[in-house]
């Protein structure tokens, strides 16, 4: 074997380890739970008139990326539905690793299953880290700024990470960026300065239509740096969660399953109109 060889997989280890946006993957080919979450039967209100689709992140899954922010949406009157995408052959439970392109395919087809089932116009996307960015190109190249009202990006990867650094060891070994392309490809498109991300970025970040919320943590240490999160466009609102609470010590895996105060944000851009002002007083909500 090449000595390189050698070094980049445990540099592929720590990569894949990083990323890791959810808690270990006990329940991910179970059912999601059925008391409101992944409901078909449930018709969204007049005052949430539009069904909320999760949108998991890398190694994460449509069950337990989201114990925390589904039931805390269903409470509050939501129709919530969250979908598995990316999935690699012969890579059971970990998702989100797949081509982002093909995986945004996966992603309408879901909003279109929710929609025929909620009867509803429109959707409104959550997404945490690729979820909060692979969206953006089902929106932009795959017709769904038409389907989609709002989308809300918890610690998304909209412009590339360095992942602290890491990544801008892969010119040091030769063709371990072809082989991150090849074995984990979902992981390689999030590489700052890879061709899918400046294909999705190109000519902005946004499209009409759509409103942008992003959420984000400064002590994020797998999309680095931090502000590479924040997008650019005249319906967006980018937020840092240490500007509404200094006390927030959420970093990227937290962010997304447990902080209060982002679920609180979330839901302010879910319903603008009911939106209230969120402080550390939110952890308590």
């Given at each position: 074997?090449?000595?390189?060889?050698?070094?980049?997989?445990?540099?592929?280890?720590?990569?894949?380890?990083?990323?890791?946006?959810?808690?270990?993957?006990?329940?991910?080919?179970?059912?999601?739970?059925?008391?409101?979450?992944?409901?078909y039967s449930c018709k969204p209100s007049t005052a949430h008139p539009r069904p909320v689709v999760l949108v998991h992140g890398t190694l994460g899954n449509s069950v337990d990326n989201?114990?925390?922010?589904?039931?805390?949406?269903?409470?509050?009157?939501?129709?919530?539905?969250?979908?598995?995408?990316?999935?690699?052959?012969?890579?059971?439970?970990?998702?989100g690793l797949g081509p982002i392109d093909k995986s945004a395919e996966q992603l309408q087809v879901f909003v279109d299953k929710v929609l025929a089932a909620t009867g509803s116009a429109?959707?409104?996307?959550?997404?945490?880290?690729?979820?909060?960015?692979?969206?953006?190109?089902?929106?932009?190249?795959?017709?769904?700024?038409?389907?989609?009202?709002?989308?809300?990006?918890?610690?998304?990867?909209?412009?590339?990470?360095?992942?602290?650094?890491?990544?801008?060891?892969?010119?040091?070994?030769?063709?371990?960026?072809?082989?991150?392309?090849?074995?984990?490809?979902?992981?390689?498109?999030?590489?700052?300065?890879?061709?899918?991300?400046?294909?999705?970025?190109?000519?902005?970040?946004?499209?009409?239509?759509?409103?942008?919320?992003?959420?984000?943590?400064?002590?994020?240490?797998?999309?680095?740096?931090?502000?590479?999160?924040?997008?650019?466009?005249?319906?967006?609102?980018?937020?840092?969660l240490q500007n509404l609470c200094a006390l927030d010590l959420s970093e990227h895996v937290a962010i997304g399953l447990l902080d209060r105060i982002a679920f609180h944000e979330v839901?302010?851009?879910?319903?603008?109109?009911?939106?209230?002002?969120?402080?550390?007083?939110?952890?308590?909500?």
């Amino acid at each position: 074997m090449l000595p390189w060889k050698r070094l980049i997989r445990p540099l592929a280890a720590v990569l894949l380890t990083a990323t890791v946006g959810i808690v270990p993957a006990t329940t991910a080919e179970a059912a999601a739970p059925s008391s409101g979450w992944n409901d078909y039967s449930c018709k969204p209100s007049t005052a949430h008139p539009r069904p909320v689709v999760l949108v998991h992140g890398t190694l994460g899954n449509s069950v337990d990326n989201w114990l925390a922010l589904a039931p805390y949406l269903v409470t509050r009157g939501y129709c919530v539905y969250s979908l598995d995408y990316g999935q690699l052959p012969g890579v059971p439970l970990f998702y989100g690793l797949g081509p982002i392109d093909k995986s945004a395919e996966q992603l309408q087809v879901f909003v279109d299953k929710v929609l025929a089932a909620t009867g509803s116009a429109k959707a409104d996307l959550v997404g945490h880290s690729q979820g909060g960015m692979m969206p953006r190109y089902y929106l932009k190249f795959l017709g769904g700024a038409a389907k989609v009202n709002a989308l809300v990006g918890i610690a998304p990867n909209n412009h590339g990470t360095t992942m602290s650094g890491l990544t801008n060891l892969l010119p040091y070994f030769p063709g371990a960026q072809d082989l991150l392309t090849t074995a984990t490809p979902g992981l390689a498109d999030q590489v700052t300065g890879s061709a899918f991300l400046a294909k999705l970025n190109a000519g902005g970040d946004t499209v009409a239509g759509v409103h942008y919320t992003v959420i984000a943590t400064k002590y994020d240490q797998v999309v680095t740096p931090y502000s590479s999160q924040f997008l650019t466009g005249s319906d967006v609102h980018n937020v840092l969660l240490q500007n509404l609470c200094a006390l927030d010590l959420s970093e990227h895996v937290a962010i997304g399953l447990l902080d209060r105060i982002a679920f609180h944000e979330v839901a302010n851009a879910l319903d603008p109109a009911g939106a209230t002002p969120t402080t550390c007083a939110s952890a308590r909500g």
